[in-house]
């Protein structure tokens, strides 16, 4: 099975899903997605304060659009893994063709996208709280 595999947030081929996050307060300062995205799919990540305004900087637009499968890939703005916003906020996720197994945050500067499940599982990953 695949790693925290037991349940996911599927889209369809047929038009974009979007699911947005209630406020949630992250330690870290990368963010780290579990996905698989089908061919002709995506998953972009925006970033909102809790009122729902987009953080500049982090809009769909800025976000690196993630068309793979990986257990550990680190969400990037403009091609930076580091986040800089902290307190509470929102995630909003664009998909289409793709299957959402986790969020997560890791202050780990050595944190990296990897598809070998083994060495994911060396990261020092916190969840959201």
Request: charged share 25%.
């Amino acid at each position: 099975m695949r790693l925290e595999g037991f349940v996911s947030l599927d889209t369809s081929p047929h038009r974009e899903g979007i699911l947005v996050t209630r406020p949630v307060f992250g330690e870290g300062n990368r963010v780290i997605i579990n996905a698989e995205v089908g061919a002709g799919g995506y998953v972009a990540v925006e970033v909102a304060d809790t009122a729902g305004n987009v953080l500049e900087g982090y809009s769909r637009e800025d976000c690196d659009t993630f068309t793979g499968d990986d257990v550990r890939h680190v969400v990037t703005w403009n091609g930076s893994p580091e986040a800089e916003f902290s307190g509470y906020h929102k995630f909003h996720f664009y998909m289409r063709k793709a299957s959402l197994y986790s969020i997560q945050s890791t202050d780990d500067p050595e944190a990296k996208s990897s598809v070998d499940p083994d060495l994911s599982r060396k990261l020092s990953v916190r969840k959201w709280e």
